[in-house]
């Protein structure tokens, strides 16, 4: 299955959120390192600057699919085109509601606009993508209608865009199945994070049958977001089985890398990236941590960079415990581990602050002298 990560296009739209030069080319690199299949760079029709930035990403010859985002007109397509370009998505609304909006309901109208920008594409042998905006409130018969003209004149895939978030995994399934059984265009999936099922949603899509999938690194994008590029990536090698070989160095450094650039916090609970996730607090999740390193963990922190704790708080058990002083070279003696345990527990919950090695040293100490 194909990632086509779009965070230096879709992510940058987030709101707040805008990329320099340097940090677009440090970006799309990063993003073959970590395991991306194909980006898409930009929207050439923005202007000069954003067309000299694009240029930059190309010219690094990265061995992968280098795409743009267009509205399916000629003046964006040859926008496209001037830079070199060999892959476009080419967008047309499809629901009532934008068609009505953009083309004041005048359907012939649009379907104009992309045979002609679709004729050109073919002749200069582009690959050529078709974004449907907003296919989540659409008529599927349109998108069938759409489709069938893409396939009549040479395009390559359809995106599939859940523009506002709204759809349920069961909902995609349905709908993608029905797609892909028309044999017409390959799938491309491309959710928004709304209802926060943006990645369910792109999931459920490749499962369906579609064949590449929209991302964005932590999810970056418009209101709630994008699928995020890490999850998809740690969902299709652990939960599809994908041979992808991941370097969690490169994964590490994307992800701090775009957090930095967008000055978006990455929260400490977030999937796969959080800084908190291999954290271990309950007792009994500990206990079985130690006893065996996948108890509690679906894949290690190694895998995505990260490295694994046992904070010592308000649940922890006599087994935290143990762990930190067996650490610091004590054997402490059951009955001092209960002693310490509801003392812990009080200083924790009054100061709603973790205590740190040397607390817990001290701490220790004062029960065995007493």
């Not at 990265?62 to 476009?88: F, H, Q, Y």
């Not at 523009?163 to 199945?177: D, K, L, N, Y």
Request: proline residues 3%; hydrophobic residues 40%; glycine residues 8%.
């Amino acid at each position: 299955m194909i990632i086509n990560d779009t965070t230096l296009r879709d992510g940058e739209q987030a709101p707040f959120v805008a990329f320099n030069t340097e940090e677009k080319i440090a970006i799309a690199s990063a993003l073959y390192l970590a395991g991306a299949d194909e980006l898409e760079v930009g929207i050439p029709a923005m202007g000069g600057k954003e067309q000299a930035d694009i240029k930059e990403i190309l010219a690094l010859d990265l061995p992968l699919r280098i795409m743009s985002w267009n509205r399916a007109t000629m003046r964006d397509l040859e926008a496209s085109l001037a830079c070199g370009l060999k892959a476009v998505d080419l967008s047309i609304p499809v629901s009532d509601i934008l068609i009505d909006a953009k083309f004041k309901g005048d359907k012939n109208r649009l379907l104009r606009n992309l045979e002609e920008v679709l004729h050109v594409s073919a002749q200069e042998g582009i690959f050529a993508c078709i974004g449907g905006e907003d296919s989540s409130r659409a008529d599927l018969g349109f998108i069938k209608e759409v489709m069938a003209l893409g396939h009549s004149l040479g395009a390559h895939r359809f995106r599939y865009c859940d523009t506002v978030g709204i759809m349920r995994p069961h909902q995609i399934f349905e709908h993608i199945s029905y797609l892909t059984s028309l044999n017409l265009l390959d799938i491309e999936m491309h959710t928004h994070n709304d209802f926060g099922m943006a990645t369910a949603n792109a999931i459920s899509g490749l499962e369906a049958g579609a064949k590449s999938v929209n991302t964005t690194v932590i999810g970056l994008g418009e209101r709630a977001g994008n699928a995020s590029f890490e999850q998809v990536l740690m969902s299709l090698a652990h939960l599809f089985g994908e041979q992808r070989t991941i370097d969690s160095d490169a994964l590490r450094h994307l992800v701090l890398l775009v957090e930095k650039a967008s000055k978006q916090t990455i929260s400490s609970t977030m999937p796969i990236v959080g800084k908190n996730i291999f954290s271990h607090e309950s007792g009994i999740h500990v206990n079985g941590m130690i006893k065996h390193e996948k108890a509690y963990e679906a894949f290690s922190p190694q895998s995505v960079g990260m490295k694994r704790s046992y904070p010592i708080g308000k649940h922890s058990g006599s087994a935290t415990l143990l762990f930190h002083l067996r650490a610091m070279g004590y054997e402490p003696e059951n009955d001092i581990i209960h002693k310490m345990l509801p003392q812990v527990r009080q200083i924790v919950t009054e100061r709603k602050k973790v205590l740190n090695k040397k607390e817990l040293k001290a701490l220790f100490l004062a029960s065995k002298a007493c």
